[in-house]
């Protein structure tokens, strides 16, 4: 071999080497930025999200409280209300229990066997 052709081959070789070695360094740049930008976007996105999800939290125990009361509230009147109609219709139950057993003993005595202590009439 000549000395021209060791030199191409030693030369291109050492093209080859230096390429790939600036294209390894290249990348190993580019992933150290994506890693640096990435935690940096985490950082801010955690915080983001934290403080969002302390707001929405805030919101939904105050939500929770406002049905509580409301339903608090309508327990209370329903239970008035029931208790009336509850009044109501025990009395008028009452009234028609005593009614009940006048109607009985008038049909009683309508449909009943002849008195023995009063004598008949006729």
Request: net charge negative.
């Amino acid at each position: 071999m000549s000395a021209e052709i060791i030199a191409i081959v030693v030369s291109a070789a050492g093209v080859v080497v230096t390429l790939g070695a600036s294209m390894f360094a290249g990348f190993a740049w580019i992933l150290r930025r994506i890693d640096d930008r990435g935690d940096a976007v985490e950082g801010k996105l955690g915080v983001r999200i934290d403080a969002v999800e302390e707001k929405l939290g805030a919101r939904i125990d105050a939500v929770e409280d406002k049905l509580s009361a409301r339903i608090d509230a309508l327990d209370i009147r329903l239970s008035a209300r029931i208790d009336g109609v509850e009044e109501k219709l025990g009395a008028r139950i009452d009234a028609l229990t005593g009614e009940v057993t006048g109607v009985k003993i008038a049909v009683a005595r309508l449909e009943g066997p002849p008195r023995h202590l009063v004598t008949a009439s006729r």
